[in-house]
T-cell receptor, first 109, second 113 residues
Framework: GQNIDQPTEMTATEGAIVQINCTYQTSGFNGLFWYQQHAGEAPTFLSYNVLDGLEEKGRFSSFLSRSKGYSYLLLKELQMKDSASYLCAAMDSNYQLIWGAGTKLIIKP | IAGITQAPTSQILAAGRRMTLRCTQDMRHNAMYWYRQDLGLGLRLIHYSNTAGTTGKGEVPDGYSVSRANTDDFPLTLASAVPSQTSVYFC????????????FGAGSRLTVL
C-alpha cells in the first residue's frame, strides 16, 4: 500500500534549526511536496522536490533521496511564526497526492 | 485577490439533512479537488475534477457527490449527512492535473449532529 510517515510533534527553540523527516512508499513517484499549515488555516505550499538533493529557499530547505524514499524539511533561524503543522505529500504514478498526517512544530522562546 | 473562496466557513447541521459546500476559484485552474481533514489523519481526497465537465472519485467518495459545470465552480454535496462526515473540508485547485502546486481555500468546518 501507499504510505507516508512523519513525526506527530516536534519542539524546538526560537533561533535554532529543526529537521522534519518524512518517509514515503508510493506506487511510482512524481515528486515530494511540503506544505505549511497554521492552526485553523489552509495549507500553503513550501517546496517541491522531484530530483535527489537539496533545494534551498531562504530559511527553508528540502531534501530528497528517491532511493531511500526519504525527505526532510530543514528550518533555520526559527521564528515564533514558524509554529505550525508541516505536511509531507508524495505524488504517485497517477499524479495523486498521498498525504502524511502532518508534524506539529512547537517553537519555544 | 486571486484565489479560492469556500462557503460556508462553518456549519452545524442535523443528521439526514442535505448540504452543499461551495467552492469558487478565479485563477482559471483546470484541476479542482475536495479534501477532508480529520485530527491525526492526512488530507484525504474525496473527489476531483481534472477539467470542466469531468469528475473522478478519490480515496473517500462515499456519501459525497460533486459537479463541475464550468471552470470556476466545484460544489460538494452531502446527500444525507451522517456524524462521521463531521470534518474540515478544503477545496483546492491546481493549474493542471499533475505535479503542480495546490492552492487551498480557507476551509469549511462541518459538524453533523
Amino acid at each position: 500500500g501507499q504510505n507516508i510517515d512523519q513525526p506527530t510533534e516536534m519542539t524546538a527553540t526560537e533561533g535554532a534549526i529543526v529537521q522534519i523527516n518524512c518517509t514515503y512508499q508510493t506506487s511510482g513517484f512524481n515528486g515530494l511536496f511540503w506544505y505549511q499549515q497554521h492552526a485553523g488555516e489552509a495549507p500553503t505550499f513550501l517546496s517541491y522536490n522531484v530530483l535527489d538533493g537539496l533545494e534551498e529557499k531562504g530559511r527553508f530547505s528540502s531534501f530528497l533521496s528517491r532511493s531511500k524514499g526519504y525527505s526532510y524539511l530543514l528550518l533555520k533561524e526559527l521564528q515564533m511564526k514558524d509554529s505550525a503543522s508541516y505536511l509531507c505529500a508524495a505524488m504517485d504514478s497517477n499524479y495523486q497526492l498521498i498525504w502524511g498526517a502532518g508534524t506539529k512544530l512547537i517553537i519555544k522562546p | 485577490i486571486a484565489g479560492i473562496t469556500q462557503a460556508p466557513t462553518s456549519q452545524i447541521l442535523a443528521a439526514g439533512r442535505r448540504m452543499t459546500l461551495r467552492c469558487t476559484q478565479d485563477m482559471r485552474h483546470n484541476a479542482m479537488y475536495w479534501y477532508r481533514q480529520d485530527l491525526g489523519l492526512g488530507l484525504r481526497l474525496i473527489h476531483y475534477s481534472n477539467t470542466a465537465g469531468t469528475t473522478g472519485k478519490g480515496e473517500v467518495p462515499d456519501g459525497y457527490s460533486v459537479s463541475r459545470a464550468n471552470t470556476d465552480d466545484f460544489p460538494l454535496t452531502l446527500a444525507s449527512a451522517v456524524p462521521s462526515q463531521t470534518s474540515v473540508y478544503f477545496c483546492a485547485s491546481s493549474r493542471d492535473q499533475g505535479a503542480n502546486v495546490l492552492t487551498f481555500g480557507a476551509g469549511s468546518r462541518l459538524t453533523v449532529l
